[in-house]
């Protein structure tokens, strides 16, 4: 690629990226402003910090799929924060609210919603059950990755879904990068094999991996993914660099689990949070944080190239308040009607 | 720990309770808020939870429960019933037309597995109702998704009509109507894109084509594991273009399906069908209780002993008996077991179905491993016709030759034939109990040392 190309690119790549970057925060600062004026309103519902106050914040978290034994735990700390800092005044929770939420969230730990590039060809690794978006998000992974200025290839190793490496097919054509690809129902195996070779020798910089969908109580599928994850070892020590899963942010509590499962498997470094531009929220990504320790790295905001933005823990917890507010109030009215 | 089962959490709270000699008001209470939490962890609707909690917990304080015996039974039995008589008594059938062709309209959200289920659906109507589908390809948006049901349609067979992505989804499903009334195709299955309930522009899509013939059917595909977003998907979509029926999907997964529940209280749509697997024929009619049972970690019994009945052959199963009560079991017969077990399916989807298996220590994330089996045969295989009848001629020399001829080792050689002794022994004492005769049937000695 030439220089000036690459410059070109880069500049394309700018102003686009701070176009969705735009799009992104228009979208967010509804929702704080609406988060500041929900938590206004639960002020003015209940004047003092009582049981009903904080069973309204409960079921606000368990509605966005947060989880039973998340939920419990937090309104604990909750009750204790506010019982340590004698917060009498609804008005003084919020700061309190958020600032737990996001603790439990990072549970101490740095922020990590970027690529760990290696120093030579990075491979990443992207696996989840079916139906959740894999495929779609290495399109715009790739898109992204490209605007940064690396060079891409994708491998198309679920041979087995009918339709999907035609589907990742298009998604090259899209962006404009190789997809390296055998006949359906060949090994996924030695499709990656077949990947990691042709990317050594063309010497791009990063290499990402489609698998196909598998449930993880599937113990045939789980073993062949183990193999497509030690046969990219082998060809490559170090590698996958990062084994990225994706979830559904409309599943509920078995997210857990196979959060658990794959990452049992496939040592997942982090999360791609899918489908948030519906109305589910995904919570149970709380949980999974904080009891497994894998971040989130990304959301998926809708279907088109620019559409993955990274996770921010702030403006996500923001996110399930201020809607969560907004639907039981809905919810209510609703019921009011009838 | 998440996931337990109802029943173990109840027992929990009984044995706190157990010492009083009545079950007061406030320990109905207790017991209900299990009740709240189980169904939450099994990502039932918080709304339909709260309700059903109120309405379970009326029926749990009168006095049948109170002077029980063993009210944490009872308290689960009114829950299982509650939850079955909620998510629907009876299976609903299809509705076909007199006016040919029926249409069944496909929709839902993104990756719920509408075109899958499309080409599973396709299947069992040939195959049932003996309909002749045609399908319709009009998810022109998805990279490769007109591909993906060509390919279903090849497999299975069936002819998909296809327009590629220039042309509209409504128009597409116009002329498929008109080329099916012309091909005298009886039944016509429109796959759509997967799109947000939320999405105004794409609902839209949805409504124009329903407007064209108005579809006998229009089936919401959902996801099993989805969460407490589930109402909200299901209300917009019932709201927007009116569903008639349910397919749930992905129910081979390990998700309680708390869904299914929200879904029927709030649109009181009949859930028609459940997706099993990724196979074309893993299409299977939705059964209330079991569902009800899942959703309490109760395991699917019901589930069990319908495959243990379809793939156990009865007149051999009395073979064997006869065979435990002379002491007459031989390694042959060991092999046929072996080979009627592995009939019923993957050993650790057997495994699933028993209830409280996901409880016992170990077991909770069971992978059988289905190879040892295969090792277990290869070690019979190697033996002669006399060893299998006679075990107790088998000396060192003969272990050696046998793992060698198996490829295993003499140590897998010795625990296959403590095995076999320690079967044969229980198989003596349970002979000499007389069990009843209903019973015999399902009794599959062996099963378990196979596990350990």
Request: charged letters at 30%; one cysteine or more.
């Amino acid at each position: 690629m030439s220089f000036f190309k690459k410059l070109k690119d880069k500049f394309a790549g700018n102003a686009e990226q701070e176009q969705s970057t735009e799009k992104y925060k228009e979208g967010l600062e509804k929702t704080r402003t609406g988060f500041t004026s929900r938590i206004n309103d639960l002020v003015a519902k209940y004047r003092k910090v009582d049981e009903d106050f904080f069973e309204e914040l409960e079921e606000v978290l368990l509605q966005a799929d947060v989880g039973f034994e998340t939920v419990l735990e937090l309104m604990d700390e909750l009750r204790y924060e506010v019982q340590r800092k004698n917060v009498r005044d609804t008005s003084n929770v919020q700061s309190v609210i958020s600032e737990k939420l996001v603790e439990i969230y990072q549970a101490g730990e740095p922020e990590l919603n970027e690529i760990k590039f290696a120093d030579g060809l990075t491979v990443i690794l992207m696996v989840g059950v079916n139906g959740v978006g894999k495929t779609t998000t290495i399109g715009k992974l790739a898109h992204r990755l490209k605007n940064e200025g690396k060079s891409v290839m994708l491998a198309a190793g679920d041979t087995f879904r009918a339709g999907a490496i035609e589907q990742l097919d298009v998604w090259g054509q899209r962006v404009g990068v190789d997809v390296i690809k055998q006949a359906a129902g060949s090994d996924p195996a030695a499709v990656m094999y077949d990947a990691v070779r042709s990317a050594k020798s063309r010497g791009v910089d990063v290499l990402i991996c489609d698998t196909a969908g598998r449930l993880q109580n599937k113990v045939n599928l789980m073993n062949e993914l183990e193999k497509v994850h030690r046969v990219l070892g082998r060809e490559i020590p170090g590698a996958p660099h990062e084994v990225l899963l994706a979830l559904d942010a409309t599943t509920g509590q078995n997210a857990m689990i196979q959060a658990q499962t794959f990452k049992e498997v496939t040592e997942v470094t982090g999360i791609v949070l899918t489908k948030l531009d519906g109305t589910a929220k995904g919570g149970i990504v709380l949980a999974i944080r904080n009891k497994l320790k894998i971040p989130v790295k990304f959301v998926g905001l809708g279907e088109k190239m620019d559409d993955l933005q990274p996770f921010d823990p702030q403006k996500y917890v923001y996110g399930l308040f201020a809607e969560g507010l907004d639907k039981e109030d809905k919810l209510e009215e609703d019921s009011a009607d009838k | 720990m998440a996931f337990e089962g109802l029943s173990e959490r109840l027992q929990g709270t009984m044995t706190k309770i157990k010492g009083k000699g009545k079950v007061s008001e406030a320990d109905v209470k207790e017991m209900m808020r299990e009740v709240r939490f189980a169904l939450i962890e099994a990502d039932v609707n918080l709304k339909v939870v709260k309700e059903f909690v109120k309405k379970v917990s009326e029926r749990a304080a009168g006095s049948d429960v109170m002077e029980s015996l063993t009210p944490g039974q009872q308290v689960v039995k009114i829950v299982k019933d509650e939850l079955t008589e909620l998510m629907g008594g009876e299976q609903s059938k299809i509705e076909f037309s007199t006016k040919q062709p029926t249409v069944i309209m496909m929709v839902g959200l993104q990756g719920a597995g509408k075109t899958t289920t499309t080409g599973k659906l396709a299947g069992l109507l040939r195959k049932k109702h003996n309909r002749k589908p045609l399908l319709v390809a009009a998810d022109v948006y998805r990279p490769a998704a007109v591909q993906q049901l060509e390919t279903v349609g090849k497999q299975l067979t069936i002819p998909v009509f296809s327009k590629g992505t220039d042309i509209s989804p409504v128009e597409i499903a116009r002329q498929a109507i008109e080329h099916a009334k012309a091909e005298h195709l009886d039944t016509v299955i429109i796959d759509t894109a997967g799109r947000l309930h939320i999405d105004d522009a794409l609902m839209q899509e949805l409504k124009d084509i329903r407007a064209l013939k108005e579809p006998d059917e229009i089936f919401l595909v959902v996801d099993a594991m989805t969460g407490q977003d589930a109402v909200n998907v299901a209300q917009s979509f019932d709201e927007a273009i009116g569903i008639t029926g349910v397919v749930l999907t992905k129910l081979d997964g390990d998700t309680r399906g708390g869904a299914a529940l929200s879904i029927r209280t709030v649109t009181q749509k009949p859930i028609k069908f459940i997706g099993m697997g990724e196979k074309l024929d893993a299409l299977d009619v939705f059964h209330p209780e079991r569902m009800a049972s899942r959703i309490l970690g109760m395991g699917d019994m019901l589930s069990l002993i319908e495959k243990a009945q379809t793939s156990v052959d009865e007149e051999k199963a009395k073979q064997l008996e006869e065979k435990f009560r002379t002491s007459s079991f031989t390694f042959d017969d060991f092999l046929e077991q072996l080979a009627q077990v592995k009939q019923m399916g993957p050993l650790d989807e057997i495994l699933k179905m028993l209830p409280g298996a996901n409880k016992i220590k170990g077991l909770e994330n069971a992978k059988v491993d289905e190879s040892q089996m295969g090792r277990v045969e290869a070690i019979i295989y190697s033996m002669t016709t006399q060893e299998k009848t006679t075990p107790e001629i088998i000396n060192a020399n003969r272990k050696k030759r046998i793992a060698r001829g198996s490829g295993t080792s003499i140590q897998d050689v010795n625990r296959l034939l403590k095995q076999f002794e320690d079967m044969k022994k229980m198989m003596k004492q349970m002979s000499g109990m007389n069990s009843k005769k209903g019973k015999k049937k399902m009794s599959m000695p062996g099963l378990d040392s196979l596990f350990k």
